[in-house]
């Protein structure tokens, strides 16, 4: 087997290990918090221009509502998805075609890709690797779809979790771990790919 096989099977390994945390690790984390202050604020304006409270006890109402001070975040959403728990959530919620399309990129095609991949290469010598070859060609054209998903995860949780943004509520949003393994994953598939797929400079 040439080096620049085996090199890319060793890639093409080690990319599908990163590929199983990047799969089950959080990918993005989620964090909303609510503004005690503001909610106050907002709550001693309702109150007030509610149109409810007598005029004579309006100077009563305002005094005790001014003398109520509250300070401090409150946490009303903390998550951390992974592309599988995404997944999982998505066909809960009655979106099984996003659902299987993330299922469908991110695990079958992977799948389908490193064993056609290895076949082709391991089984060269029996003569039929050219099929496998093949086909591993076509699917490799669907190798940046991974990033895809990955995008509408984001998209999808980033949208969901701004779509009540004010100066009430606020939203932090950060990346975890899960994907830089699928960026990992993502990276080195593609080099593993070019090797495995390349013909030996001596064979040209």
Not at 94 to 101: I, K, M, P, R
Not at 143 to 157: E, G, Q, R, T, Y
Request: hydrophobic letters at 50%.
């Amino acid at each position: 087997m040439p080096l620049q096989h085996r090199f890319g099977l060793l890639l093409l390994l080690i990319a599908y290990g990163l590929l199983i945390p990047g799969l089950t690790e959080p990918v993005l984390h989620i964090v909303t918090t609510l503004d005690k202050a503001v909610l106050t604020a907002l709550g001693k304006e309702a109150i007030v221009s509610s149109g409810s409270i007598p005029s004579f006890l309006m100077p009563m109402t305002k005094e005790v509502l001014d003398s109520i001070e509250v300070t401090g975040l409150m946490t009303i959403q903390d998550t951390a998805k992974s592309i599988l728990g995404t997944s999982r959530d998505l066909w809960q919620e009655g979106n099984g075609f996003v659902a299987g399309l993330i299922l469908l990129f991110s695990v079958l095609i992977p799948i389908i890709k490193i064993a056609l991949l290895a076949s082709s290469v391991l089984f060269k010598h029996l003569g039929w690797y050219t099929r496998p070859r093949y086909w591993s060609g076509v699917l490799s054209k669907w190798s940046m779809a991974d990033v895809f998903v990955m995008a509408l995860i984001i998209s999808f949780l980033a949208i969901k979790a701004s779509a009540s943004s004010s100066g009430l509520v606020d939203t932090q949003m950060s990346f975890e771990v899960g994907f830089y393994y699928f960026v990992g994953y993502c990276l080195l598939s593609i080099v593993a790919t070019q090797l495995l797929l390349s013909v030996p400079s001596k064979q040209v």
